[in-house]
């Protein structure tokens, strides 16, 4: 997945048959690698339905970079999972004291991006932000 050469499509084929074996961090990755290196219009792509539902199924093992990372892919992919966002803003509200400023970034422009309306889950992020 990490190869020059990958593309959305080699990185979703590696899901496609092996998804069933990644651990929380292959899944966040999986789904930055597809959303930055895109070429075809995931929004609609069944494997990225796919990813965000297993995705969503094992948020409970997720870090803080790895609920930034899969909140920001799927935003920056354009695929509408709004239940995996709001999961992942059940799975991060207790953990946003732990989040560093990028991930706090990254998690509020995602969800900005994505039209999620969480504005309790904006508040806790801003309360996390001030001391940082």
């Excluded at 990185?11 to 966040?28: E, I, Q």
């Excluded at 995602?110 to 309306?117: C, N, Q």
């Amino acid at each position: 997945m990490t190869s020059p050469r990958a593309t959305s499509e080699s990185v979703l084929a590696l899901f496609a048959t092996d998804g069933h074996r990644f651990s929380a961090r292959n899944l966040a990755t999986a789904a930055h690698r597809a959303a930055k290196f895109r070429r075809t219009d995931l929004r609609r792509d069944r494997r990225m339905m796919a990813l965000a539902d297993t995705a969503r199924s094992r948020l409970a093992a997720f870090n803080c970079q790895e609920l930034a990372n899969t909140a920001w892919a799927f935003a920056t992919a354009g695929v509408e999972a709004h239940a995996l966002f709001n999961a992942i803003a059940d799975a991060a509200r207790p953990q946003l004291g732990k989040f560093n400023s990028q991930d706090l970034a990254n998690t509020a422009w995602a969800f900005a991006t994505a039209g999620v309306e969480a504005h309790a889950f904006f508040n806790a992020i801003a309360d996390a932000a001030r001391p940082q």
